[in-house]
C-alpha cells in the first residue's frame, strides 16, 4: 500500500467554484500533516499545514481525521492562480523530519 | 536571504559520467535532504542529512553519494549517471526545532542523462 494516496485528477473546475482534495495515509505513526503547492516546472511550496482541529486560511480550510487516517482540502471561490498542482504530505512518524509526498491532484480553474 | 539555492538549473550527462549537483542553504537549517520527481512517480527522496557530518540513505539511494561538511551545503554527487537518473532534482531545508516547521524548496535542476 502506497503511504499517501491521493486522486490525480484532473480536476477542471469553473472560475469560482468549490473544490475539495482527499488524501489518505497509510503509517498511524505521522504526527505532521501539509498540504504543498507546486505550480508547473517550479519546486513545492508550502500553502499549509493540516491541524488536528482543522484549520482555515482564507479561501482554503484544511482538515484531518486521525482515526480514518484521511486528511483533506477545500478550496472556495477558486481564482485562475489556483491552477496548480496539490500535494499531500505528512512526516513518517514520531521524530523524523522525513516528509512523505503524494503524487499529486492537478487542478485547473478554467475562466 | 537567497533560501535554498542550486546549481546547475539545467544538465545533460552522457552515460557513464559523473557530475555534482549543487545546494546551499543561507537560513541555518539543521535538516537538508534531496529529492528526485518523475512523472506518475511523485518526490521521492534520495539522501538526506540532519545536520554537518550526518547523512543518511532515503527511498531510492542507489547511485548517488552525498555528504555534509557544512551546515549550509549539501551536494549530490552522481556516480556514474545512467538513463534512469533522468529527472528533475530538488534540495530542501528545514528547521528541526518542531514537527509543523516549514520545508522550503530550491528551484529544482533538470537532469538528462543520453
Known amino acids: 500500500r502506497k503511504e499517501v494516496e491521493q486522486d490525480p485528477g484532473p480536476f477542471n473546475v469553473p472560475e469560482g467554484a468549490t473544490v475539495a482534495f482527499n488524501c489518505t495515509y497509510s503509517n498511524s505513526a505521522s504526527q505532521s500533516f501539509f498540504w504543498y503547492r507546486q505550480d508547473c516546472r517550479k519546486e513545492p511550496k508550502l500553502l499549509m499545514s493540516v491541524y488536528s482541529s482543522g484549520n482555515e486560511d482564507g479561501r482554503f480550510t484544511a482538515q484531518l481525521n486521525r482515526a480514518s487516517q484521511y486528511i483533506s482540502l477545500l478550496i472556495r471561490d477558486s481564482k485562475l492562480s489556483d491552477s496548480a498542482t496539490y500535494l499531500c504530505?505528512?512526516?513518517?512518524?514520531?521524530?523524523?523530519?522525513?516528509?512523505?509526498f503524494g503524487k499529486g491532484t492537478k487542478l485547473s480553474v478554467i475562466p | 536571504n537567497a533560501g535554498v539555492t542550486q546549481t546547475p538549473k539545467f544538465q545533460v550527462l552522457k552515460t557513464g559520467q559523473s557530475m555534482t549537483l549543487q545546494c546551499a542553504q543561507d537560513?541555518?537549517?539543521?535538516?537538508m535532504s534531496w529529492y528526485r520527481q518523475d512523472p506518475g512517480m511523485g518526490l521521492r527522496l534520495i539522501h538526506y542529512s540532519v545536520g554537518a557530518g550526518i547523512t543518511d540513505q532515503g527511498e531510492v539511494p542507489n547511485g548517488y553519494n552525498v555528504s555534509r561538511s557544512t551546515t549550509e551545503d549539501f551536494p549530490l554527487r552522481l556516480l556514474s549517471a545512467a538513463p534512469s537518473q533522468t529527472s528533475v532534482y530538488f534540495c530542501a531545508s528545514r528547521l528541526t526545532s518542531g514537527p509543523y516547521n516549514e520545508q522550503f524548496f530550491g528551484p529544482g535542476t533538470r537532469l538528462t542523462v543520453l
Open positions: 504530505v505528512v512526516n513518517l512518524g514520531a521524530g523524523s523530519y522525513q516528509l512523505t
Open positions: 537560513m541555518n537549517h539543521e535538516y
